[in-house]
Nanobody
Framework: QVQLVESGGELVQAGDSLRLSCAASGGTFSSVAMGWFRQGPGKEREIVVALSRSGGRTWYSDSVKGRFTISRDNAKNTVYLQMNGLKPEDTAVYYC?????????????????????WGQGTQVTVSS
């Protein structure tokens, strides 16, 4: 069983930067693939970025490509989402997710159903 706790969300202005953290516990962090999803007001949850178990493969949605960066620190059991150049349309609850079963080392999983564990979410609000 993997527990995930996100932090770092807050109210910022357009153009600002934020770094979200997702701390994992209860499992072998180096064995899981990770992803960040978000759900904006009145929208369905969507994937933002995915990171392979190995850390060598990433996938970014077109809406955040070039602005957001995912990374992981296996020593700290933490995955980060660095968000630069924030826009009002980035306003959402951000969730991290972990895939802990049948994980292929060099695959960044983009399908929501692939993930086994979810955090509670952290709110990011970007004002114009």
């Amino acid at each position: 069983q993997v527990q995930l706790v996100e932090s770092g969300g807050e109210l910022v202005q357009a153009g600002d930067s934020l770094r979200l953290s997702c701390a994992a516990s209860g499992g072998t962090f180096s064995s899981v693939a990770m992803g960040w999803f978000r759900q904006g007001p009145g929208k369905e949850r969507e994937i933002v970025v995915a990171l392979s178990r190995s850390g060598g493969r990433t996938w970014y949605s077109d809406s955040v490509k070039g602005r957001f960066t995912i990374s992981r620190d296996n020593a700290k059991n933490t995955v980060y989402l660095q968000m630069n150049g924030l826009k009002p349309e980035d306003t959402a609850v951000y969730y991290c997710a972990a895939k802990a079963k049948f994980v292929i080392s060099d695959v960044a999983y983009t399908r929501e159903g692939a993930y086994n564990y979810w955090g509670q979410g952290t709110q990011v609000t970007v004002s114009s």
